[in-house]
C-alpha cells in the first residue's frame, strides 16, 4: 500500500527537532514516545533519507533534517493558520491570549490594551506574564506564551522575530537633586554618581556597559537591581540614579519626585523585537491584543517630546 506524508509526520518531526528527544516530543504532543518514533521512521522511510542522528543522549538532525525543518515548520504554521481561521468564520473572539511582556510596557502601554481588548472581546481571556527576556524567549520557545515583546537579540531558530519598536532611554533622578525634567544631562559629568544597572543577564546591560565604555562614562557606584518598581523607589529617596527605557520613565514625570533627562553624551535606544513560535500561529484572541499593543506604543510615540 501507498504511503503518503500526513501532517502528524510535520507535526512530530517539528516537535522532535525543537525538543532534541524522542520522549520530551511525546510528552509535548500527548503522544507515546513509540508512536513519535514509528512516526518519524515512517517519514525518513517515505522520504528516503535520514532525517536524525540517534544517540543515547537524544537526537541531532542531520544536515537533510535541518533542511527539512525550515520547510515544515512553514507548512505546519500554514496548517494550524486554516484550521484556527475556519473554526472562527462568523464567531466571536474567543479562547485565550497568552502573551509576555517586560516592565517596561506593563507598566505604560498595558493597562489601556487590556481596557480595550475586554471592552471589544468580552468572550476572551488574558494571560499576561511579567518577566525579563531571557524567561519570556524560553516561554514563548515552549509553546507556552503566544507572542512576547523583548530586545532585540539573538534568538533560536524555532522562534520568528519581527520589530515591534524603537525606544530612546533616560538619565533618572531624585526631584531632590534639583534638575528639570527634559532637560539634558551630561553624565560624565556627575562627579559622585550612584547608578542602578540591570543584571549581567539583562540585554539592557550589555547595551549600557557598551554605551559607557565609549563615552568613558565610570559611575562612582552601583547596584545591580532587576526590579523597575524598586528601581523607581530607590531613585525617589535620592541618591541613586538610573537609566531607564523611555516607554517606562515618561509615565512618571512628577517633578516632585523624579526628573527625566535626555543624555547629553548622545542619544541612547532600545530595539524591541517581537517573539512568537516559528511553526505555530498565534490564536485570534492574541493577534487583536497584539494589535491593540501597538496602537498604544504608536500613541506614545507622537505624544513624546523629542530629544534635544
Not at 543515547?56 to 520547510?71: L, Q
Not at 540585554?203 to 562612582?220: G, T, V
Not at 531607564?244 to 515618561?250: E, K, T, V, Y
Amino acid at each position: 500500500m501507498a504511503m503518503f506524508m500526513k501532517i502528524t509526520h510535520i507535526k512530530y518531526f517539528v516537535a522532535v527537532y525543537e525538543e532534541g528527544s524522542f520522549t520530551a516530543a511525546a510528552e509535548r504532543e500527548n503522544a507515546t514516545q513509540p508512536g513519535v518514533s514509528m512516526q518519524i521512521k515512517e517519514l525518513e522511510a517515505l522520504t528516503e533519507t535520514v532525517l536524525f542522528e540517534r544517540s543515547t543522549s537524544g537526537v541531532c538532525p542531520t544536515v537533510a533534517g535541518k533542511w527539512f525543518y525550515e520547510k515544515a515548520r512553514k507548512i505546519l504554521k500554514d496548517v494550524l493558520s486554516l484550521e484556527q481561521g475556519v473554526a472562527s468564520l462568523g464567531k466571536e473572539i474567543t479562547g485565550k491570549a497568552h502573551v509576555g511582556l517586560m516592565p517596561a510596557f506593563t507598566r505604560s502601554v498595558l493597562a489601556p490594551a487590556v481596557d480595550a481588548f475586554v471592552t471589544s472581546f468580552p468572550e476572551a481571556q488574558l494571560d499576561i506574564v511579567e518577566a525579563y527576556s531571557g524567561s519570556l524567549m524560553e516561554r514563548v520557545g515552549r509553546g507556552q506564551l503566544d507572542f512576547a515583546i523583548v530586545p532585540s537579540e539573538a534568538v533560536p531558530e524555532n522562534i520568528a522575530t519581527e520589530h515591534f519598536a524603537t525606544d530612546d532611554e533616560y538619565f533618572v533622578q531624585s526631584a531632590r537633586n534639583g534638575g528639570v525634567s527634559l532637560q539634558p544631562v551630561s553624565i560624565k559629568r556627575i562627579g559622585d554618581l550612584k547608578l542602578i544597572l540591570p543584571g549581567t543577564g539583562n540585554k539592557r546591560r550589555e547595551s549600557l556597559n557598551a554605551y559607557f565604555k565609549r563615552h568613558d562614562i565610570r559611575p562612582a557606584q552601583t547596584l545591580e537591581l532587576d526590579t523597575m518598581m524598586g528601581t523607581l523607589d530607590l531613585i525617589a529617596r535620592g541618591g541613586w540614579t538610573a537609566i531607564l527605557p523611555g516607554f517606562l520613565c515618561l509615565e512618571e514625570q512628577d517633578e516632585d519626585v523624579r526628573t527625566i533627562h535626555p543624555i547629553a553624551e548622545g542619544k541612547l535606544q532600545l530595539d524591541y523585537m517581537l517573539i512568537k513560535s516559528a511553526t505555530k500561529p498565534m490564536s485570534a484572541a492574541s493577534e487583536e491584543f497584539l494589535s491593540l499593543l501597538n496602537a498604544e506604543v504608536e500613541k506614545m510615540a507622537i505624544a513624546r517630546v523629542p530629544l534635544s
